[in-house]
């Protein structure tokens, strides 16, 4: 079965370093690669979309890359700062352009910290 | 900048009872879908909505849940006899290819 994994435990990191959040899927080949940040009791608010032929999409300091050999995502947040404070999540879809789910991971909570 | 707004905030029912969640997708999208989160877990697909009719819907969406676009503007997710395992927060999203979900109604059955 689809399976989509992202680290589970919190990340805590400095104010000024660059956080690196994780998505692993198995069983799947999504079309498309979404980012979302959740705030508690919030909606999740987009971040990011990378297709599966793009190797990396940038969005001021936010960079994603997507390896479908490795079958994994990558996020960065450099110059971190205590507002990007959150939960990220990674979603995948399978098609675009059409009325299709996103499948979600568990999401991983940022910390940061002064 | 558009936006998705979900009515009301916060809902609660008794078990049994029926409740109408509420949504208004951004005005020039074509598609639109319901997810659940229960405390805690990630988020899941309900339904997606498309030219008047379900497009997909997964296995929790079952003869309990309903939607309906009465109108051009809003999208509703009914539960007909709600269970306690209804409780959570349920979000609308509506796109053209990215999603953008509502701040989400929170559901609590007692």
């Known amino acids: 079965s689809q399976k989509i994994e992202q680290n589970s435990e919190a990340l805590n990191i400095q104010e000024g370093k660059t956080a690196t959040l994780t998505c692993n899927y198995t069983n799947y080949s999504p079309a498309y690669l979404q980012w979302y940040r959740q705030d508690p009791g919030r909606g999740p608010v987009f971040l990011l979309l990378?297709?599966?032929?793009?190797k990396e999409k940038r969005k001021e300091r936010l960079k994603v890359t997507f390896d479908t050999t490795l079958k994994q995502s990558l996020f960065h947040i450099t110059a971190s700062q205590p507002a990007d404070s959150a939960t990220y999540l990674c979603a995948l879809g399978p098609d675009t352009g059409t009325a299709s789910k996103l499948t979600f991971g568990t999401g991983t909570r940022l910390q940061v910290t002064l | 900048e558009p936006e998705v707004t979900q009515t009301p905030s916060h809902q609660v029912t008794q078990m049994g009872q029926e409740v109408i969640l509420r949504c208004v997708p951004i005005?020039?999208?074509?598609?639109f879908y319901w997810y659940r989160q229960i405390l805690g877990q990630k988020v899941e697909f309900l339904v997606s909505f498309y030219n008047n009719e379900i497009s997909e819907k997964s296995e929790i969406f079952d003869d309990q849940f309903s939607v309906e676009r009465p109108d051009g503007s809003n999208f509703t997710l009914k539960i007909r006899s709600t269970k306690l395992e209804d409780s959570a927060m349920y979000f609308c999203?509506?796109?053209?290819?990215?999603?953008?979900f509502g701040p989400g109604t929170r559901l609590l059955v007692l």
């Open positions: 990378i297709r599966e032929n793009e």
């Open positions: 999203a509506s796109s053209m290819e990215t999603q953008y």
């Open positions: 005005s020039n999208h074509l598609y």
